[in-house]
């Protein structure tokens, strides 16, 4: 899984075929239905790794992309989320994000071994206790799709946007930001516990939101162009 998981973050157009003859070159014995298994655990999609949805209930409301075609030209505008899966020495865990598209500023994150939905609203909560978007952007995952989840949005007037299903570009700045955390911070190091993951996660965003100068921010960081 940590081999599959630094070459997909590399190749996020690999499927079953051909990271199954990338393990093979690299002299692992192994065949399509045992990475097939391991990308299914991972929740690994056909173009991007992203945890599996839980749960096979449809959602009781669906919602449109709202981003199509919209200029973006301010702080909380629009916020977009996303999870996706940190190794550890021993096992893995989940890793939940809320960024401003305008700035590329992390609000909140959290950490969960699970993948049930309350790890998302308390992101959610943080990062309303510090202001409101007009629109709030994520994926089909069931976390987001869940009626607890979008309720609190909804109660916060804010409108919702779903990816289309499957679609990589739909919510392309989150997929961006995991690339940058997972090659600038999570394969650099060994994370032997969730309270290691949590302390160098911290560390990494901070140094993200107030010292990663972006060349798409003018070499500004998000932290500056959030509070502009």
Same mark, same amino acid.
Not at 70 to 94: C, E, K, M, S
Not at 134 to 148: C, R
Not at 162 to 184: A, H, Q, T
């Given at each position: 899984? /940590?081999?599959?998981?630094?070459? $997909?973050?590399?190749?996020?157009?690999?499927?079953?075929? %051909? #990271?199954?003859?990338?393990? /093979?070159?690299?002299?692992?014995?192994? &065949?399509?239905?045992?990475?097939?298994?391991?990308?299914?655990?991972?929740?690994?999609?056909?173009? !991007?790794?992203?945890?599996?949805?839980?749960?096979?209930?449809?959602?009781?409301?669906?919602?449109?992309? #709202?981003?199509?075609?919209? /200029?973006?030209?301010?702080?909380?505008?629009?916020?977009?989320?996303?999870?996706? !899966? *940190?190794?550890?020495?021993?096992?893995?865990?989940?890793?939940?994000?809320?960024?401003?598209?305008?700035? %590329? !500023?992390?609000?909140?994150?959290?950490?969960?071994?699970?993948?049930?939905?309350?790890?998302? #609203?308390?992101?959610?909560?943080?990062?309303?206790? @510090?202001?409101?978007?007009?629109?709030?952007?994520?994926?089909?995952?069931? @976390?987001?799709?869940?009626?607890?989840?979008?309720?609190?949005?909804?109660?916060?007037?804010?409108? *919702?946007?779903?990816?289309?299903?499957?679609? !990589?570009?739909?919510? *392309?700045?989150?997929?961006?930001?995991?690339?940058?955390?997972?090659?600038?911070?999570? $394969? #650099?190091?060994?994370?032997?516990?969730? &309270?290691?993951?949590?302390?160098?996660?911290?560390?990494?965003?901070?140094?993200?939101?107030?010292?990663?100068?972006? @060349?798409?921010?003018?070499? %500004?960081?998000?932290?500056?162009?959030?509070? @502009?």
């Amino acid at each position: 899984m /940590r081999l599959i998981d630094e070459q $997909y973050t590399k190749t996020p157009f690999y499927g079953v075929p %051909r #990271l199954t003859a990338w393990l /093979r070159s690299q002299g692992h014995v192994v &065949n399509r239905k045992r990475v097939a298994r391991l990308m299914q655990k991972m929740g690994i999609t056909a173009i !991007y790794p992203k945890p599996k949805s839980t749960g096979i209930d449809k959602p009781s409301k669906t919602y449109p992309y #709202l981003l199509k075609g919209l /200029r973006i030209i301010r702080p909380n505008q629009v916020w977009a989320t996303d999870i996706t !899966y *940190i190794r550890l020495n021993h096992g893995f865990v989940y890793l939940v994000a809320i960024m401003d598209w305008f700035s %590329r !500023y992390v609000l909140s994150w959290e950490l969960s071994n699970s993948l049930d939905v309350y790890f998302c #609203l308390s992101a959610l909560d943080k990062a309303l206790d @510090q202001a409101c978007p007009l629109i709030f952007n994520n994926d089909q995952g069931s @976390q987001f799709t869940a009626d607890a989840f979008t309720a609190r949005l909804q109660a916060a007037n804010i409108a *919702i946007s779903w990816d289309s299903s499957g679609s !990589y570009f739909d919510n *392309i700045f989150v997929e961006r930001l995991w690339r940058s955390v997972k090659y600038e911070e999570v $394969y #650099l190091n060994d994370y032997d516990s969730l &309270n290691t993951a949590w302390q160098r996660l911290k560390d990494y965003f901070n140094f993200y939101n107030q010292q990663r100068f972006h @060349q798409s921010l003018n070499y %500004r960081t998000p932290h500056e162009v959030y509070f @502009q």
